[in-house]
């Protein structure tokens, strides 16, 4: 009996109750007891298989970087019991729901729980990109999806203007993350050899778009 006891006690104190439950703010010794559970349980290793996940899910980098962010938010919302599920368990269940729903959060809650995120990095050593790191690096983001889709624009204006039908082909294909020229062709009903012939025309188009951006003559290979 005084096993059980014993045993009930320590999932007690393991088990920690996220904000959302508790309807405030985590106390200084809730942060502690969390950080060193974390840390216990090798947070940054289970944090890097949840961030594989995350990236099969996203498929680039940056996104699943962004996702891990709103993970490590959502897991001080909701807390964890190590008694129910594994810490890499409750982390890759996290990307999916965050990956699949999207929270809505209050900026007053937002800013205490990335404030203790904060803490957790210097006090615990758990490296977790802050807000201000993940506004930056949305706004990159932003920057080169805005860029990447004006080059997209001007490259398909000029095979339009070409007559370029393979490479139009080519650049639907890429966009639907089709890179392999032969089913390119199967698919297309051309054989391959127009895509491999399709590709010097092409870097002969990227080469001149990119001397028109930076101001310089551009010059045809002979």
Not at 68 to 94: F, H, Y
Not at 118 to 126: A, D, I, N
Not at 160 to 167: H, I, L, S
Request: with cysteine; net charge neutral; glycine share 6%.
């Amino acid at each position: 009996m005084i096993g059980w006891l014993s045993a009930m006690a320590v999932v007690t104190i393991l088990a920690v109750l996220g904000t959302d439950r508790l309807g405030r703010p985590l106390t200084d010794e809730e942060k502690k007891r969390f950080g060193a559970l974390l840390r216990e349980h090798d947070y940054p290793g289970a944090r890097l298989v949840a961030l594989r996940f995350a990236l099969k899910l996203t498929r680039a980098r940056l996104r699943a970087q962004d996702l891990m962010g709103r993970v490590d938010v959502r897991l001080v919302r909701t807390g964890w019991d190590p008694a129910e599920v594994s810490l890499v368990r409750r982390l890759c269940r996290l990307v999916w729901s965050e990956w699949t729903h999207a929270i809505e959060e209050t900026e007053a809650a937002r800013k205490a729980e990335e404030g203790f995120l904060r803490e957790m990095q210097v006090t615990e050593g758990l490296a977790i990109p802050s807000a201000e790191q993940r506004a930056a690096e949305y706004e990159t983001r932003t920057e080169a999806r805005m860029y990447a889709k004006a080059q997209l624009e001007k490259l398909r204006a000029a095979f339009e203007n070409a007559g370029d039908a393979v490479n139009l082909l080519w650049l639907d294909h890429s966009l639907e993350e089709e890179t392999d020229l032969q089913k390119m062709a199967a698919q297309s009903g051309r054989d391959v050899t127009e895509f491999y012939s399709a590709a010097k025309r092409r870097k002969r188009v990227v080469r001149r778009l990119l001397a028109e951006e930076r101001g310089v003559p551009y010059e045809e290979d002979p």
